[in-house]
């Protein structure tokens, strides 16, 4: 009897020394999500290094995932992050465009993982609401924020002006908080968010010193005439040379305008010029004029000659000059936080994503801006690493959205998602086994007449193809073969070639409103509460 005793005790410890060593289950990751604004990929060297070096943002598709066809739901700024804060489609979420208000009463993922167990922090610009539910500190930009000594709103310290370069202000407020305020015995969202390239666009002194002397080389479309293609295309508002302001974007100062008798493109020109440009100290100042002086100097003596077509081109130049030595912060600061996670040992459990809000032309059919659904503005960089679950140096074409970011993280954090988000968790795609992710995404744009003056539209978009239906003051359809035209400059949906693959998208488009809910009624809705903000003088034209 004492053996059989023995015997158990024995096994008794041995199942209990068996599980003592059965491997720990992997603590929930930290995420870091990094989203500039108006970032297109173009200007990521890990997509295409013709216009730019960006070696630090690189740095995360080295290490972890490239998504060759992440797209936006509604490329524009305010809604774009309600659409990532919510998961859900912004006729669900109600921030439709940058004017009607965000709904409050939504659950955020920031939310969610605060209630269990995360600790969470913002840094930068949110562009709507001055207090973002769901974080334990914050420092966030009013509105579109400035580049040279911005106003912060915070949740500590209330108001505050600091001085300096935004960009570099962001990531230091950014690496404060993972260096001092961060709790080692919790997970921690740490969101990380450029004000940075939005316009316009005025980099900082290192860089603009540099970027200045640059050439860029030219878009095959930069001279488009929008051949082929319907009404939207042709009656926007985002050419460089027409549309684009003297002063604001392309840095001629007032005065200089007053002298070669250069109109203002919009009521708002000189006034942004003086706004932004007017920030800074004496000393900021006394840099910039040195150089920016010297390019106005120039501009003089050559603009009577200039024919549109070399106006065309100095605008260009003018607009990836200072563009793209925006980038160029951004770039530095990632570095810096890849570099802290890396040195104190959080980069082995942390999941770090760089994403823009939406994408950007640069020069690309003549344009500056987004909003469209063509690729320039309606695709977005995403670049992701997971150590351990992405494998290093990996891509990815399918059509995943910002739609897809709460429910990825909730589900990375073993949060089970609410019922009414209606995106899709990456974690599958990461792991190497999505291949039955969407097959399509929806978009819809609905800020119309407006600035730019985009005209509403929604469409489906697959790896090959794209339907949209440009409605409000027209009722116009446009199909575009994404492998075949690459640039977009044909509209085929006439075609009778394209007459099968019309049909199909056409259902696969209903079937789309259906699922995610959007349908005429709701579109007949927002234009009529439009009117009434547009009644109102809540409309910026």
């Known amino acids: 009897m004492k053996r059989a005793y023995i015997s158990l005790f024995l096994l008794g410890v041995g199942a209990l020394l068996f599980w003592s060593f059965k491997p720990q289950k992997q603590e929930r990751p930290n995420i870091v999500f990094i989203m500039s604004d108006d970032h297109a990929y173009q200007a990521i060297s890990a997509y295409s290094d013709k216009l730019l070096q960006t070696p630090n943002i690189d740095r995360i598709a080295k290490e972890g995932m490239l998504f060759t066809n992440a797209c936006v739901t509604n490329s524009i700024c305010a809604p774009s992050r309600a659409v990532i804060l919510t998961g859900k489609h912004s006729h669900l979420n109600g921030k439709v465009d940058n004017y009607f208000p965000f709904d409050t009463t939504n659950v955020t993922f920031p939310q969610l993982l605060q209630a269990n167990g995360y600790q969470?922090?913002?840094?930068g610009k949110l562009h709507f609401g001055n207090n973002p539910k769901g974080f334990d500190e914050f420092k966030i930009l009013p509105d579109q924020g400035n580049y040279y000594n911005p106003d912060f709103i915070t949740k500590k310290e209330g108001n505050i002006k600091l001085t300096g370069y935004v960009t570099d202000l962001i990531t230091s407020m950014t690496l404060n908080w993972l260096k001092n305020e961060r709790?080692?015995?919790?997970?921690?969202?740490?969101?990380?968010?450029?004000?940075?390239?939005?316009?316009?666009?005025?980099?900082?002194?290192?860089?603009?010193?540099?970027f200045i002397q640059r050439k860029f080389p030219e878009p095959a479309t930069l001279f488009d005439n929008y051949e082929g293609r319907g009404r939207a295309s042709k009656e926007q508002e985002m050419n460089l040379l027409t549309h684009m302001n003297w002063a604001g974007d392309s840095k001629i100062s007032p005065e200089n305008m007053d002298k070669l008798g250069i109109k203002e493109s919009h009521p708002y020109d000189k006034r942004n010029y003086n706004g932004t440009i007017g920030r800074m100290n004496e000393a900021q100042r006394k840099e910039w004029d040195a150089v920016y002086g010297k390019m106005n100097e120039e501009f003089i003596q050559n603009y009577p000659k200039m024919t549109q077509e070399d106006q065309m081109r100095w605008r260009y130049q003018r607009y990836m000059q200072d563009y793209l030595g925006c980038i160029a912060s951004v770039d530095e600061g990632v570095g810096e936080v890849l570099d802290f996670l890396k040195a104190n040992g959080l980069d082995k459990n942390t999941i770090v994503v760089y994403t823009s809000d939406q994408g950007f032309y640069l020069g690309e059919h003549g344009w500056f801006d987004k909003r469209f659904i063509f690729d320039e503005s309606f695709k977005t960089p995403l670049l992701v690493k997971w150590p351990g679950v992405i494998q290093a140096g990996s891509r990815n074409s399918q059509m995943v959205q910002n739609l897809d970011f709460a429910q990825t993280f909730l589900e990375a954090a073993g949060i089970k998602p609410p019922g009414d988000m209606q995106g899709e968790s990456l974690i599958p795609i990461f792991k190497?086994?999505?291949?039955?992710?969407?097959?399509?995404?929806?978009?819809?744009?609905?800020?119309?007449?407006?600035?730019?003056?985009?005209?509403?539209?929604?469409?489906?978009?697959?790896?090959?193809?794209?339907?949209?239906?440009?409605?409000y003051d027209i009722d116009e359809w446009e199909l575009y073969d994404r492998t075949n035209d690459k640039n977009e400059?044909?509209?085929?949906?006439?075609?009778?070639?394209?007459?099968?693959?019309?049909?199909e998208l056409h259902k696969k488009l209903a079937k789309l409103r259906l699922k995610y809910k959007d349908s005429e009624t709701l579109d007949k809705m927002y234009i009529e509460k439009y009117k009434e903000l547009e009644a109102q003088g809540k409309i910026f034209k």
């Open 120 to 123: 969470t922090a913002m840094f």
């Open 183 to 210: 709790k080692k015995d919790k997970p921690f969202f740490l969101a990380y968010l450029h004000k940075a390239p939005h316009r316009e666009w005025l980099p900082a002194e290192r860089h603009y010193k540099e």
């Open 432 to 471: 190497g086994k999505g291949k039955n992710f969407r097959d399509a995404a929806y978009y819809h744009y609905y800020e119309y007449p407006s600035v730019h003056m985009v005209k509403r539209h929604y469409g489906i978009v697959t790896e090959q193809y794209k339907l949209v239906h440009f409605y």
């Open 489 to 503: 400059m044909k509209n085929v949906y006439h075609d009778p070639k394209y007459a099968v693959v019309r049909a």
